[in-house]
């Protein structure tokens, strides 16, 4: 069991802008709670480590480096139509120092459905107003026995992507070792950019990627597997086993790929036929794959490295069936998979799908897929009624 022995509200160290921060509609359709990670140092130097020192450079790198990530500092609320605001009012960010009665062996591998893990990472009251929660949050826990720490981190996903999140962290572990930070790895802030104001659409797409998944055979709705506790697997492959992967998705390569499939694609593809053979499902059950998409390199001009957001494209592999998946070759799910990612790299694509969600009413429809438990649930079968608006803008995708 891991006590929490202090708590600090740590604030950017000089003064910094104040307000409205524009949020763009890449940033409204995800989930508005936090993202987690956690940081694992083992220290086998046999070097003690004083954890209150540690601590206090923490804090003190912490308010350097918020005068340059300042947002984080902020506080979001809503406002019509489920959207979010984000104020630059500077209220900052908590910082959390704790002790565990466990060795760091206790924890195992660290397996994401071991429930003790939650205790190393910040927890959150998402029953209590938006305006008072914290939208970055860190907790160093210092491990029985030793002189192993591990550092949970909770980051507001409307503030940041995985890209952005992983950016910041090693930002802040360099100012923590007493280096600078140059002019080219501070952050860019401007979210105009992804605005479907800044990127107008010339042509609207059907977006199936917000549609509601397919629905069981034999069931009218999703609701009990919706009930049903998501697992998480940690799928350890060796560099013989991935390529061994990508061989097999390439047996059947033709010229007219253009490429070969990736890493990425044969891994993805086999995953898919292993869930499919899990499940055990009818093979006429409907199946697809949902996948996300980095889109900094993929609007013109792209954006800069150091984009702190969300710069994300959400996309779909066309609906196959589980039959299809299981006895066709590992090519099939492959191109599938590509041909999800493909969609999600046109500029055009992405310039409709912001201005998709710029043009929903209840942007928390379309946000209902992607939350977990503990936030608050909006009825995605509004969405996709015949009389919901959004069939209309899906209608007029062919004008």
């Not at 998402?126 to 939208?135: G, K, M």
């Not at 009218?220 to 049903?228: F, G």
């Amino acid at each position: 069991m891991a006590s929490i022995i202090a708590s600090y509200v740590v604030t950017p160290k000089e003064e910094t802008p104040k307000g409205l921060l524009c949020l763009s509609e890449s940033d409204q359709m995800w989930r508005w709670s936090h993202a987690t990670t956690i940081y694992v140092y083992n220290n086998n130097n046999n070097v003690n480590v004083n954890v209150n020192e540690l601590v206090q450079r923490m804090r003190d790198s912490l308010s350097h480096i918020l005068v340059h990530y300042y947002p984080l500092c902020g506080r979001l609320s809503w406002t019509e139509g489920g959207r979010l605001k984000m104020d630059c009012n500077a209220k900052g960010a908590i910082l959390l120092q704790a002790e565990s009665k466990k060795t760091i062996a206790e924890y195992g591998d660290f397996s994401p459905n071991d429930d003790a893990i939650k205790e190393l990472i910040p927890n959150l009251d998402y029953s209590q107003p938006i305006e008072d929660i914290p939208l970055l949050l860190a907790q160093v826990t210092k491990f029985h026995g030793g002189n192993a720490i591990a550092i949970g981190i909770a980051l507001s996903h409307p503030m940041s992507d995985g890209v952005s999140a992983i950016h910041f962290i090693n930002s802040w572990a360099k100012l923590t070792r007493g280096e600078a930070l140059h002019p080219n790895e501070l952050p860019f802030l401007d979210r105009t950019v992804f605005t479907a104001s800044s990127l107008p659409s010339l042509r609207r797409f059907d977006h199936p990627e917000f549609k509601p998944p397919p629905l069981i055979l034999g069931r009218i709705d999703n609701i009990e597997e919706q009930k049903r506790k998501t697992r998480f697997a940690l799928l350890k492959l060796t560099a013989e086993q991935v390529q061994e992967l990508k061989k097999n998705a390439n047996t059947n390569y033709a010229e007219s790929q253009q490429k070969y499939y990736s890493r990425f694609e044969a891994i993805a593809a086999h995953i898919w036929r292993c869930a499919c053979m899990a499940r055990e499902l009818d093979k006429n059950q409907p199946t697809l794959v949902k996948t996300i998409v980095d889109i900094r390199n993929k609007v013109n001009p792209p954006l800069p490295k150091t984009y702190f957001g969300n710069a994300l494209a959400s996309t779909v592999t066309p609906t196959c069936c589980v039959g299809e998946i299981i006895s066709e070759p590992l090519s099939y799910a492959a191109k599938r998979i590509r041909e999800a990612v493909e969609r999600a790299s046109n500029e055009e694509y992405i310039r409709s799908q912001l201005e998709f969600v710029a043009r929903q009413e209840r942007v928390d429809l379309i946000r209902t897929q992607f939350l977990e438990k503990g936030e608050y649930r909006a009825r995605c079968d509004l969405l996709w009624k015949p009389q919901h608006y959004a069939w209309k803008l899906v209608a007029d995708a062919n004008v």
